[in-house]
């Protein structure tokens, strides 16, 4: 027996829904990546000039 159109309706939209959220938890986990990038870059740029500031010459 075929399913009605109102139910096949709700069950388009869940996957939608579910869709999204896969979509948004992906890009959340690669920015939450990409920031811990950066950070790890700042800190590495900051000890290197306090270094050079310290008179100790680098590569």
Do not use: D, K, Y
């Amino acid at each position: 027996m075929p399913r009605p159109p109102a139910e096949l309706r709700r069950i388009e939209e869940e996957e939608r829904r579910r869709a999204r959220a896969h979509r948004r938890l992906v890009w959340e986990r690669r920015r939450r990546v990409a920031l811990w990038f950066v950070a790890g870059l700042a800190v590495l740029t900051a000890v290197a000039f306090v270094v050079r500031l310290g008179g100790v010459s680098i590569g």
